[in-house]
């Protein structure tokens, strides 16, 4: 099995949060024994940020490395454990806190596809499109959009 970089250069629509990687020095970290949970933006999701704005986040890299670490978690979280956390709004603790120390919060979501829908869990305002990617040394979540820090 291969390891969160691995397998993200495998399945391609995601170069800008590999180049991203790269330029926070988190490479290493990624590849490293875990286990971790990541939640992935594809590149539709970089696309879609103003690119004056991810022109400056790509060049400031304490600011990207808070970014990048806001899309990390430790240890494995699988979808159906992300949905017990996010189902848990009522007690407050719908929350994960992130390799940079904040807090994201969950929230169930449904997504419709034709003849099935998906229950999924959206972070902030990014939903989890494609869930469970299994990796050596943790899990990935693909992500519709990229977490920023407040």
Same mark, same amino acid.
């Given at each position: =099995?291969?390891n969160?970089?691995?397998? @993200?250069?495998? =399945?391609?629509?995601?170069?800008? !949060?590999?180049?991203?990687?790269?330029?926070?020095?988190?490479?290493? !970290?990624?590849?490293?024994?875990?286990?971790?949970?990541?939640?992935?933006?594809?590149?539709?999701?970089?696309?879609?940020?103003?690119?004056?704005?991810?022109?400056?986040?790509?060049?400031?890299n304490?600011?990207?490395?808070?970014?990048?670490k806001?899309?990390?978690?430790?240890g494995?979280?699988t @979808?159906?454990?992300?949905?017990?956390?996010?189902? =848990?709004?009522?007690?407050?603790?719908?929350?994960? &806190? &992130?390799?940079?120390?904040?807090?994201v919060a969950?929230s169930? &979501? @449904?997504?419709?596809?034709?003849a099935?829908?998906?229950? &999924?869990?959206?972070l902030?305002?990014?939903?989890?499109? =494609?869930?469970?990617?299994?990796?050596?040394?943790?899990?990935?979540?693909?992500?519709?959009?990229?977490?920023?820090?407040?």
């Open positions: =099995m291969k969160i970089i691995e397998t @993200i250069l495998d =399945m391609g629509n995601f170069n800008t !949060f590999v180049e991203a990687v790269k330029i926070a020095s988190l490479k290493d !970290f990624l590849t490293s024994t875990g286990p971790l949970t990541v939640f992935v933006p594809q590149d539709s999701a970089f696309a879609s940020i103003d690119e004056e704005e991810l022109n400056s986040l790509l060049k400031n304490a600011k990207l490395e808070e970014t990048l806001f899309h990390i978690v430790s494995k979280y @979808i159906s454990d992300l949905i017990k956390i996010a189902e =848990m709004k009522k007690e407050e603790k719908n929350k994960l &806190t &992130t390799l940079n120390g904040k807090e969950l169930p &979501t @449904i997504l419709c596809f034709c099935n829908d998906l229950e &999924t869990v959206k902030e305002n990014s939903t989890v499109l =494609m869930p469970d990617i299994s990796c050596s040394n943790g899990i990935l979540h693909v992500m519709d959009k990229v977490l920023i820090p407040k």
